[in-house]
């Protein structure tokens, strides 16, 4: 797995110049953030395993009615990307009918 984590080649914000490997366009987007890891963040980093990201819309009942998990759709390639506002919009706007 962490040949293929090295392998793939991501530009998730389309701020990089081009596409980078997973771990330097980490730290190339980090950078240009200005973000100091604490060390709590950099033992993260060493776990063998990524925690992907996800967000979810629940209704007032407390059911999720929609979800987008990161890397679901299009593999690791997709890596760091979030769904636009537009996209949540309609998916909110779908649930209200």
Same mark, same amino acid.
């Given at each position: 797995?962490?040949?293929?984590?090295?392998?793939?080649?991501?530009?998730?914000?389309?701020?990089?110049?081009?596409?980078?490997?997973?771990?330097?366009?980490?730290?190339?987007?980090?950078?240009? %953030?200005?973000?100091?890891?604490?060390?709590?963040?950099?033992?993260?980093?060493? @776990?063998?395993? +990524?925690?992907? $990201? /996800? #967000? *979810?819309?629940? %209704?007032?009942?407390?059911?999720?009615?929609?979800?987008?998990?990161?890397?679901? @759709?299009?593999? +690791?390639?997709? $890596? /760091? #990307? *979030?769904?636009?506002?537009?996209?949540?919009?309609?998916?909110?706007?779908?649930?209200?009918?």
């Amino acid at each position: 797995m962490q040949e293929v984590f090295r392998a793939t080649r991501v530009n998730p914000t389309g701020e990089l110049p081009e596409s980078l490997p997973i771990p330097d366009a980490s730290s190339a987007l980090s950078r240009s %953030d200005g973000f100091a890891p604490t060390p709590t963040d950099r033992e993260d980093a060493a @776990q063998p395993f +990524l925690q992907l $990201l /996800g #967000q *979810f819309l629940i %209704d007032r009942e407390g059911l999720i009615r929609w979800t987008n998990i990161e890397c679901t @759709q299009e593999g +690791l390639v997709s $890596l /760091g #990307q *979030f769904p636009s506002g537009q996209l949540l919009l309609s998916a909110a706007r779908a649930l209200m009918r």
